[in-house]
Protein backbone atom coordinates (compact mmCIF):
# COMPACT_ATOMS: atom_id res chain seq x y z
CA UNK A 1 0.00 0.00 0.00
CA UNK A 2 1.59 3.11 -0.71
CA UNK A 3 0.26 6.81 -0.54
CA UNK A 4 -2.68 7.78 -2.87
CA UNK A 5 -3.62 4.34 -3.31
CA UNK A 6 -7.32 3.58 -3.65
CA UNK A 7 -9.11 1.30 -0.51
CA UNK A 8 -11.93 -0.73 -1.25
CA UNK A 9 -13.77 -1.80 1.85
CA UNK A 10 -16.71 -3.90 1.64
CA UNK A 11 -18.97 -4.74 5.15
CA UNK A 12 -21.02 -7.89 5.05
CA UNK A 13 -24.48 -7.84 7.05
CA UNK A 14 -25.23 -10.70 9.53
CA UNK A 15 -28.14 -12.67 8.74
CA UNK A 16 -29.97 -11.07 12.06
CA UNK A 17 -29.29 -7.84 11.06
CA UNK A 18 -30.29 -7.98 8.04
CA UNK A 19 -33.83 -9.14 9.47
CA UNK A 20 -34.13 -6.69 12.06
CA UNK A 21 -33.66 -3.83 9.34
CA UNK A 22 -36.09 -5.54 7.18
CA UNK A 23 -38.27 -5.83 9.83
CA UNK A 24 -37.73 -1.88 10.41
CA UNK A 25 -38.50 -1.05 7.08
CA UNK A 26 -41.59 -3.09 7.03
CA UNK A 27 -42.78 -1.55 9.86
CA UNK A 28 -42.19 2.19 8.30
CA UNK A 29 -44.25 1.38 5.92
CA UNK A 30 -47.65 0.46 7.90
CA UNK A 31 -49.39 2.50 10.25
CA UNK A 32 -48.48 1.60 13.77
CA UNK A 33 -51.34 3.02 15.33
CA UNK A 34 -55.00 4.43 14.97
CA UNK A 35 -56.06 7.96 16.38
CA UNK A 36 -59.36 8.86 17.29
CA UNK A 37 -59.84 12.51 19.00
CA UNK A 38 -63.48 12.88 20.17
CA UNK A 39 -65.84 15.55 21.38
CA UNK A 40 -69.68 15.49 21.30
CA UNK A 41 -70.01 16.85 18.23
CA UNK A 42 -67.60 14.68 15.75
CA UNK A 43 -64.60 11.94 15.82
CA UNK A 44 -61.46 12.97 13.25
CA UNK A 45 -59.55 9.51 12.63
CA UNK A 46 -56.06 9.63 11.09
CA UNK A 47 -53.34 6.64 11.16
CA UNK A 48 -49.52 7.98 12.47
CA UNK A 49 -47.71 6.44 9.44
CA UNK A 50 -43.53 7.08 9.41
CA UNK A 51 -43.85 10.18 7.74
CA UNK A 52 -46.48 11.88 9.84
CA UNK A 53 -50.24 11.96 10.33
CA UNK A 54 -52.51 10.43 7.49
CA UNK A 55 -55.59 11.80 8.08
CA UNK A 56 -58.41 10.18 7.39
CA UNK A 57 -61.21 11.87 7.94
CA UNK A 58 -64.24 13.33 10.40
CA UNK A 59 -67.77 11.50 11.24
CA UNK A 60 -70.14 14.37 12.44
CA UNK A 61 -72.55 13.36 15.13
CA UNK A 62 -76.33 13.93 14.33
CA UNK A 63 -77.53 16.96 16.62
CA UNK A 64 -80.55 16.47 18.54
CA UNK A 65 -80.83 20.19 19.35
CA UNK A 66 -84.37 20.89 21.76
CA UNK A 67 -85.61 16.97 21.26
CA UNK A 68 -86.30 14.56 23.92
CA UNK A 69 -83.61 13.30 25.93
CA UNK A 70 -84.41 9.54 24.40
CA UNK A 71 -83.82 10.72 20.89
CA UNK A 72 -80.49 12.43 22.05
CA UNK A 73 -79.60 9.05 23.37
CA UNK A 74 -80.34 7.23 19.98
CA UNK A 75 -78.61 10.01 17.83
CA UNK A 76 -75.53 9.13 20.26
CA UNK A 77 -75.92 5.22 19.87
CA UNK A 78 -76.21 5.88 15.90
CA UNK A 79 -72.77 8.16 16.24
CA UNK A 80 -70.92 5.66 18.53
CA UNK A 81 -72.32 2.46 15.77
CA UNK A 82 -70.48 4.86 12.89
CA UNK A 83 -67.68 5.26 14.36
CA UNK A 84 -66.78 1.45 15.51
CA UNK A 85 -67.80 0.40 12.70
CA UNK A 86 -65.25 2.58 10.60
CA UNK A 87 -62.92 1.95 13.03
CA UNK A 88 -62.96 -2.21 12.59
CA UNK A 89 -62.70 -1.24 8.84
CA UNK A 90 -59.49 0.43 9.23
CA UNK A 91 -57.94 -1.75 11.91
CA UNK A 92 -58.75 -4.62 9.87
CA UNK A 93 -57.71 -3.32 6.25
CA UNK A 94 -54.22 -1.68 7.55
CA UNK A 95 -53.99 -4.31 10.28
CA UNK A 96 -53.63 -2.22 13.07
CA UNK A 97 -52.95 -3.65 16.59
CA UNK A 98 -53.76 -0.79 18.94
CA UNK A 99 -55.84 2.46 18.76
CA UNK A 100 -55.84 5.80 20.98
CA UNK A 101 -59.86 7.52 21.16
CA UNK A 102 -58.79 10.85 22.99
CA UNK A 103 -61.16 13.89 23.70
CA UNK A 104 -62.27 16.47 26.46
CA UNK A 105 -65.07 15.78 28.94
CA UNK A 106 -66.96 12.46 29.14
CA UNK A 107 -67.99 11.34 25.19
CA UNK A 108 -64.50 9.04 25.08
CA UNK A 109 -65.72 7.76 28.16
CA UNK A 110 -69.88 6.74 27.37
CA UNK A 111 -67.76 5.82 23.15
CA UNK A 112 -65.61 2.81 25.42
CA UNK A 113 -67.85 1.87 27.46
CA UNK A 114 -70.10 1.39 24.37
CA UNK A 115 -67.92 -0.56 22.67
CA UNK A 116 -67.42 -2.63 25.89
CA UNK A 117 -70.98 -3.40 25.32
CA UNK A 118 -71.32 -3.90 21.71
CA UNK A 119 -67.94 -3.98 20.53
CA UNK A 120 -65.87 -6.26 22.65
CA UNK A 121 -63.52 -7.52 20.38
CA UNK A 122 -62.67 -3.82 19.19
CA UNK A 123 -61.97 -2.31 22.87
CA UNK A 124 -59.12 -4.93 23.37
CA UNK A 125 -57.43 -2.37 21.11
CA UNK A 126 -58.18 0.24 22.36
CA UNK A 127 -56.42 3.37 24.84
CA UNK A 128 -57.84 6.05 26.17
CA UNK A 129 -56.67 9.00 27.19
CA UNK A 130 -57.44 13.37 27.78
CA UNK A 131 -57.01 15.88 26.06
CA UNK A 132 -57.73 19.44 25.56
CA UNK A 133 -59.65 20.01 21.85
CA UNK A 134 -61.18 17.73 19.66
CA UNK A 135 -60.85 17.75 15.69
CA UNK A 136 -58.17 18.14 14.03
CA UNK A 137 -56.42 19.78 16.64
CA UNK A 138 -57.17 17.33 18.94
CA UNK A 139 -55.03 14.56 16.79
CA UNK A 140 -52.12 16.11 16.95
CA UNK A 141 -52.08 17.00 20.40
CA UNK A 142 -52.02 13.53 20.76
CA UNK A 143 -49.07 13.08 19.37
CA UNK A 144 -47.03 15.97 20.71
CA UNK A 145 -48.03 14.35 24.29
CA UNK A 146 -45.80 11.37 23.05
CA UNK A 147 -49.03 8.82 23.85
CA UNK A 148 -48.51 7.37 20.49
CA UNK A 149 -44.89 6.56 21.26
CA UNK A 150 -46.21 4.68 25.09
CA UNK A 151 -49.13 2.98 23.01
CA UNK A 152 -46.33 1.14 20.82
CA UNK A 153 -43.98 0.61 23.17
CA UNK A 154 -46.73 -1.27 25.26
CA UNK A 155 -47.90 -2.95 21.97
CA UNK A 156 -44.20 -4.68 21.55
CA UNK A 157 -44.10 -5.65 25.42
CA UNK A 158 -47.72 -7.36 25.15
CA UNK A 159 -46.39 -9.10 21.81
CA UNK A 160 -43.32 -10.42 23.15
CA UNK A 161 -45.29 -11.51 26.38
CA UNK A 162 -48.00 -13.09 24.57
CA UNK A 163 -44.98 -15.21 22.43
CA UNK A 164 -43.21 -16.28 25.82
CA UNK A 165 -46.88 -17.23 27.30
CA UNK A 166 -47.34 -19.36 24.64
CA UNK A 167 -44.13 -21.06 24.66
CA UNK A 168 -44.21 -21.66 28.34
CA UNK A 169 -47.98 -23.52 27.90
CA UNK A 170 -46.47 -25.54 25.15
CA UNK A 171 -43.24 -25.92 27.52
CA UNK A 172 -45.61 -27.20 30.53
CA UNK A 173 -47.35 -29.91 28.43
CA UNK A 174 -44.71 -31.43 26.72
CA UNK A 175 -45.63 -30.26 23.51
CA UNK A 176 -44.75 -27.77 20.17
CA UNK A 177 -41.41 -26.52 21.94
CA UNK A 178 -38.08 -26.35 23.10
CA UNK A 179 -35.67 -24.21 24.74
CA UNK A 180 -31.72 -24.36 25.77
CA UNK A 181 -28.46 -23.40 23.48
CA UNK A 182 -28.16 -27.58 22.22
CA UNK A 183 -31.70 -28.11 21.92
CA UNK A 184 -32.61 -24.93 19.70
CA UNK A 185 -29.48 -25.62 17.87
CA UNK A 186 -30.83 -29.31 16.79
CA UNK A 187 -34.25 -28.26 16.21
CA UNK A 188 -33.14 -25.30 13.88
CA UNK A 189 -30.78 -28.17 11.82
CA UNK A 190 -33.95 -30.26 11.32
CA UNK A 191 -36.19 -27.40 10.02
CA UNK A 192 -38.92 -27.52 12.91
CA UNK A 193 -38.57 -23.81 14.51
CA UNK A 194 -41.80 -21.80 13.35
CA UNK A 195 -40.77 -19.30 15.59
CA UNK A 196 -36.89 -18.64 17.33
CA UNK A 197 -37.49 -16.20 20.43
CA UNK A 198 -33.69 -14.90 21.31
CA UNK A 199 -32.41 -12.56 23.57
CA UNK A 200 -31.47 -9.55 22.43
CA UNK A 201 -28.18 -9.95 24.97
CA UNK A 202 -27.56 -13.01 23.64
CA UNK A 203 -26.98 -11.26 20.22
CA UNK A 204 -25.14 -8.72 21.98
CA UNK A 205 -22.75 -10.81 23.17
CA UNK A 206 -21.91 -12.43 19.46
CA UNK A 207 -21.44 -15.79 21.29
CA UNK A 208 -20.30 -18.36 18.89
CA UNK A 209 -22.73 -20.40 16.52
CA UNK A 210 -25.63 -17.95 17.33
CA UNK A 211 -25.61 -16.56 14.05
CA UNK A 212 -25.75 -19.97 12.50
CA UNK A 213 -28.56 -20.94 13.71
CA UNK A 214 -30.15 -17.50 13.01
CA UNK A 215 -29.72 -18.38 9.87
CA UNK A 216 -30.69 -22.03 9.58
CA UNK A 217 -33.83 -20.74 10.79
CA UNK A 218 -34.13 -17.80 8.32
CA UNK A 219 -33.68 -20.50 6.18
CA UNK A 220 -36.61 -23.00 6.70
CA UNK A 221 -38.59 -20.05 6.62
CA UNK A 222 -39.28 -19.72 10.23
CA UNK A 223 -39.61 -16.44 11.92
CA UNK A 224 -37.32 -14.79 14.52
CA UNK A 225 -38.55 -12.83 17.42
CA UNK A 226 -35.99 -10.71 19.23
CA UNK A 227 -37.44 -10.18 22.88
CA UNK A 228 -35.68 -7.04 25.19
CA UNK A 229 -34.20 -8.51 28.08
CA UNK A 230 -35.25 -4.75 30.27
CA UNK A 231 -38.79 -6.28 30.75
CA UNK A 232 -39.56 -9.14 32.80
CA UNK A 233 -40.27 -11.37 29.65
CA UNK A 234 -36.72 -11.21 28.31
CA UNK A 235 -35.26 -12.01 31.77
CA UNK A 236 -38.11 -15.26 31.99
CA UNK A 237 -36.37 -16.09 28.25
CA UNK A 238 -32.29 -15.57 29.82
CA UNK A 239 -32.88 -18.18 32.73
CA UNK A 240 -33.99 -20.66 29.65
CA UNK A 241 -30.64 -19.71 28.62
CA UNK A 242 -31.95 -16.97 25.92
CA UNK A 243 -33.23 -18.97 23.31
CA UNK A 244 -36.16 -20.65 22.92
CA UNK A 245 -38.43 -22.08 20.13
CA UNK A 246 -42.20 -22.78 19.50
CA UNK A 247 -42.22 -26.22 16.59
CA UNK A 248 -43.64 -27.29 13.68
CA UNK A 249 -42.91 -30.72 14.50
CA UNK A 250 -41.86 -31.92 17.47
CA UNK A 251 -37.49 -32.91 17.00
Known amino acids: MEPGSTIAITKTWRPDH ?6 AVRASRRPRVLLVALDDVSADLA ?21 YSVERESDERKFFHKLAAAMNDIISRE ?12 TKDA ?24 GRAGLYEIVRRGMVERVSREDRIS ?17 LATYGRADVERAASLGAIEKLLVADELLRQREAGIEKVLERVRRT ?18 ALGGMAALLRFKA
Do not use: C
Open 18 to 23: LDRIGE
Open 95 to 106: RIRAAIVAGPGF
Open 221 to 238: RGQVIVVSTDYDTGKQLL
Open 111 to 134: FTAFLREKYPELISKVRRDNISSG
Open 159 to 175: FETSMMERLMTEIAKEG
Open 47 to 67: LVRQYGLDELGMISRPWAGKR
